[in-house]
């Protein structure tokens, strides 16, 4: 008792107080105003939803080449959309029928201008090249300068390349009116399609394939017994 009498005990008050002024000190190392807070975390805010490329265009929800859906109605009446599709239509009709047609009456042809078999041949084949190879440029071509004008730039070119064939005095004038008739006919097939998309609304669009693609069909039906009849008469 003698050699711990001099030293006494922390009580519960001296306890207190020291955790007391421990806490006021980490308060004022740390103490915050309402405003510098408010201020720090708008910054922060900022901060995150600011784009790490700067240099980057901002994002928007409208993807490129599409309409937004403030355009997404139709230019046109439903009414005017069907009859823009009727004239898109003959002009499809008439193209592939010419196709199917001539090849029933190559044998004809071979006999009326004293033709090889290799040289009627390439009066088929020219229309399907000039036809088939340049679909691709020609779709491009209707972007660039709207449907109709390509549209009927190729109908006018198909038209006076068929009165050609018509009137064709040798085979090889035959076979270079048809390669022109082809390009004719690339010209104005892909521009329907892009003219589907374009008048009609989007709860509409199906019936309007729906007949582009019967009377496509449908020319390739047609076209054998039409030839059929010509080359028999």
Known sequence: RSGHSGAQAPGPVSGVQRASGMLESAGRTRKVTPGKALTSRFAARSACSRSPFPD???????????PSPASAAPPVSEKQAWKALSALCVGLFITLLDQ???AVTLPQITEDLG???NQAVWVSAGYLLTF???LLVTGRLGDRFGQRAVYLAGMVLFTLAAAACAFAPTIETLILARAVQGFGASLLNPQPLSVINRVFARNRRGAAMGVWSAVASSAGLFGPVIGGLLAGG
């Open 56 to 66: 980057l265009p901002e994002r928007r929800n409208s993807v490129p080449g599409m």
């Open 132 to 134: 088939a190879v340049p």
């Open 115 to 117: 033709s090889s078999v």
């Open 100 to 102: 199917s047609l001539v």
